[in-house]
């Protein structure tokens, strides 16, 4: 239950953070516009494992109800979903630790997609 809540906590989490990216653009420097649109996009692309992970810990929750036999896969795969969630987190909050923490940055901005060619 804990793992679905927490998977299902991502939907707002992004919800939110796009509604403030705005404020955070005014706050941060050339570096950490760079830095807030590479966190940007890593959500974009990767909340989508935390969905898959919400669904699958909610079967996992629900499904041995009906179908004993499917307990033990679904907890596997819940297990491997959150592993891969929590790298997944990881890899977004790399970048959004470093929009205005310049402390943080010890490596170049990535480039934007104007700068990339």
């Known amino acids: 239950v ?3 809540a927490c998977a299902a906590a991502a939907w707002p989490v992004a919800h ?3 509604a403030a990216e705005t404020n ?3 706050m941060a420097d050339e570096d950490g516009q760079a830095w807030l649109k590479a966190h940007a996009h890593r959500a974009d692309e990767l909340i ?3 969905y898959a992970l919400a669904l699958v810990s909610a079967a996992a929750i629900f499904a041995p109800a009906k179908w004993p036999k499917s307990a033990r896969p679904l907890v596997f795969l819940t ?5 891969v969630s929590l790298g997944a987190g990881f890899y977004i909050a790399h970048a959004g630790g ?3 923490h310049r402390e943080f940055r010890n490596t170049p901005p990535p480039k934007t ?3 990339s060619g």
């Open 24 to 26: 955070v653009v005014a």
């Open 79 to 83: 297990l491997i979903l959150t592993i």
């Open 113 to 115: 997609e104007a700068e």
């Open 98 to 100: 470093k929009i205005r």
């Open 16 to 18: 939110y953070g796009e």
């Open 2 to 4: 804990l793992i679905f």
């Open 48 to 50: 989508y494992v935390f």
